[in-house]
């Protein structure tokens, strides 16, 4: 985490090879304990992109019920996938092996890229990896997970994944929603991409925001702060609990398009969000901090504030 502070730059682009290069020596000293987490692939749709690794705890739930936390992926709308090319090919068991060891199965999607791919299918895809989980009891069973809460899933999105993860719980309802809303305890909401209207139209990623949302003309619309303020009643009042986590080193217009969206997410529901700031870190290091043992205190919070 020393060398994370040492950054000058916030920037995504300028912090994504240093952070990667922080982290990989410390997780490539753990990848024994990282790769011991047993895992297993599934299909949940038709196409290659509609995959998903299930990380399955080593020990059993003394409580009974081995709790799921379903985690999105980021890629700024365009990139992204499950299992991350060498010499990063730790990602993102670096996710599933922590929370696993921490007693969770873990459910890490793939899901369809813009710009082949716009929205909502992103969004569709988070809700069908959920809708499979819920249906599939039968695949997250194991000796230590013998009986897995498929009635209380916690939903987690980084970054352009919370994006894709609060527009799955906002979707056109489907004979199929109430099941699907009713399993969802918590959402956790990481440095989401929520956009906002007076977002800076010459901020390069704009053009890809753009992209994702099926044009310029969308992205007010069709953001999650689009759908929130157009929710119904009904919609709003059935969200789950929410925690809303930024890093403390985020860009500075992601720490605004966060402080607008828990703003508008407050007026909205009536409720006040329960929020968490990764001190110490920067857009790209919390995922990659994980399974290192370092800069790790931002995802136990995490636990505590599910399991609270």
């Known amino acids: 985490m020393e060398t994370i502070a040492q950054f000058k730059s916030r920037e995504i682009v300028d912090t994504i090879e240093p952070t990667l290069g922080a982290f990989l020596p410390l997780l490539e000293a753990n990848r024994t304990t990282i790769e011991e987490i047993p895992r297993e692939t599934f299909q949940y749709g038709p196409t290659d992109r509609h995959q998903l690794d299930v990380y399955y705890p080593i020990t059993s739930s003394t409580t009974g019920k081995t709790q799921i936390l379903v985690w999105v992926y980021g890629g700024g709308f365009v990139s992204g996938e499950r299992r991350l090319p060498a010499p990063a090919n730790l990602g993102y068991a670096t996710v599933g092996s922590f929370f696993a060891h ?43 997970t013998p ?52 977002f800076d139209l010459s901020n390069p990623f704009f053009e890809i ?32 609990r929410m925690l809303l986590v930024v890093a403390e080193k985020e860009p500075e217009w992601i720490l605004e398009v966060n402080k607008d969206f828990e703003k508008v997410l407050e007026t909205s529901t009536g409720k006040k969000p329960a929020s968490l700031v990764a001190l110490g870190h920067n857009h790209i290091s919390p995922n990659w901090a994980v399974s290192s043992g370092q800069g790790e205190s931002w995802a136990e919070d995490v636990i505590a504030w599910i399991r609270g």
């Open 209 to 240: 925001v753009a992209q994702h949302y099926g044009g310029a003309e969308y992205v007010n619309q069709k953001s999650s702060l689009g759908l929130l303020r157009s929710a119904s009643a009904a919609t709003l009042a059935a969200l789950p």
């Open 102 to 144: 921490r007693g969770f199965i873990v459910i890490i999607p793939d899901y369809r890229l813009a710009p082949s791919t716009i929205f909502p299918g992103a969004a569709e895809d988070v809700r069908d990896a959920i809708s499979w989980v819920i249906k599939n009891p039968q695949h997250l069973t194991t000796p230590t």
């Open 147 to 198: 009986s897995p809460d498929t009635r209380n899933i916690f939903l987690m999105g980084h970054s352009a994944g919370a994006a894709h993860a609060f527009a799955s719980l906002l979707l056109p309802p489907t004979s199929e929603s109430a099941m699907q809303l009713s399993s969802i305890a918590g959402l956790i909401l990481h440095a989401g991409i929520h956009l906002w209207e007076n």
